[in-house]
T-cell receptor, first 113, second 109 residues
Framework: KAGVTQTPRYLIKTRGQQVTLSCSPISGHRSVSWYQQTPGQGLQFLFEYFSETQRNKGNFPGRFSGRQFSNSRSEMNVSTLELGDSALYLC????????????FGPGTRLLVL | KNEVEQSPQNLTAQEGEFITINCSYSVGISALHWLQQHPGGGIVSLFMLSSGKKKHGRLIATINIQEKHSSLHITASHPRDSAVYICAVNNFGNEKLTFGTGTRLTIIP
């Protein structure tokens, strides 16, 4: 089975731009979670989707949004980028719930200049 | 105070030593995860547990729900075990994952 894939792997943007990141879960997995990792804050939960519905959201501003498609693929969007959004963005999938074993993708490294 | 605390933050040991990494949490949980992150960012799930003990190869994870504490043990450590080990918990009720700050382990040959 193919693992979790994320595209793009690296991205450079400037302040004020917006960005869309994509995550394809393991086949058959319906829960997709997104995380942000920075040197200062560590790993933080962004949101979790199941069956095209956002089930949970972390403490991030409304500039961070996401969605899930009927094939379980997920995208996250960050609008009006700020320097502090520079981070590694990871997605993880599980069969149905985040309290199951999480399978992580390689991440998208975003640099905001 | 963070909801999930790990100790030590950094650990350097000789090859072959027995390693213990600790995780304490302050919230009610439905599950606890031990994750491994190598340089470059990739994260691998080592264990997911809600009670007792699990073993996989040289790795052992235990959890004490009453004491809100978990440990990750590595027997016969090897340089390839060098990585950051992260403890994470699913908050009971909303299931959001909350992460510890990680333990950076370096095994010297």
């Amino acid at each position: 089975k193919a693992g979790v894939t994320q595209t793009p792997r690296y991205l450079i943007k400037t302040r004020g731009q917006q960005v869309t990141l994509s995550c394809s879960p393991i086949s058959g997995h319906r829960s997709v979670s997104w995380y942000q990792q920075t040197p200062g804050q560590g790993l933080q939960f962004l949101f979790e989707y199941f069956s095209e519905t956002q089930r949970n959201k972390g403490n991030f501003p409304g500039r961070f949004s996401g969605r899930q498609f009927s094939n379980s693929r997920s995208e996250m969007n960050v609008s009006t980028l700020e320097l502090g959004d520079s981070a590694l963005y990871l997605c993880a999938s599980s069969l149905a719930a985040p309290q199951e074993t999480q399978y992580f993708g390689p991440g998208t490294r975003l640099l905001v200049l | 105070k963070n909801e999930v605390e790990q100790s030590p933050q950094n650990l350097t040991a000789q090859e072959g030593e027995f390693i213990t990494i600790n995780c304490s949490y302050s919230v009610g949980i439905s599950a606890l995860h031990w994750l491994q992150q190598h340089p470059g960012g990739g994260i691998v799930s080592l264990f997911m547990l809600s009670s007792g003990k699990k073993k996989h190869g040289r790795l052992i994870a235990t959890i004490n729900i009453q004491e809100k504490h978990s440990s990750l043990h590595i027997t016969a450590s090897h340089p390839r075990d060098s990585a950051v080990y992260i403890c994470a918990v699913n908050n009971f009720g909303n299931e959001k994952l909350t992460f510890g700050t990680g333990t950076r382990l370096t095994i010297i040959p």
